[in-house]
């Protein structure tokens, strides 16, 4: 009898995390750039503390003139 550990699972369960991770990034990037503090500081915290780096910067207001306050939260609305 053989005993075999499912090493692919642990694979498998890495790379999403890798890519949970990764998501938080860019997430934070982008929402500390659309503030107007810059990606910098976005990147690290999301790096840093991952999905919680996010949630974060969804709190932090935004400085005046950067293009949250001035086009929106999303570009991509369209005022009718």
């Given at each position: 009898m053989t005993f075999s550990v499912?090493?692919?699972n642990v694979g498998v369960?890495?790379?999403?995390?890798?890519?949970?991770?990764?998501a938080a990034a860019i997430a934070g990037a982008y929402l500390s750039q659309r503030k107007g503090?810059?990606?910098k500081a976005g990147?690290?915290?999301?790096?840093l503390l991952s999905v919680v780096g996010v949630v974060?910067?969804?709190f932090i207001?935004?400085?005046q003139g950067s293009?949250?306050?001035?086009?929106g939260p999303m570009p991509?609305?369209?005022e009718n």
């Amino acid at each position: 009898m053989t005993f075999s550990v499912p090493i692919a699972n642990v694979g498998v369960l890495a790379l999403y995390l890798l890519f949970i991770w990764l998501a938080a990034a860019i997430a934070g990037a982008y929402l500390s750039q659309r503030k107007g503090y810059g990606e910098k500081a976005g990147l690290a915290s999301g790096l840093l503390l991952s999905v919680v780096g996010v949630v974060v910067w969804l709190f932090i207001p935004a400085k005046q003139g950067s293009d949250w306050k001035v086009v929106g939260p999303m570009p991509w609305q369209r005022e009718n």
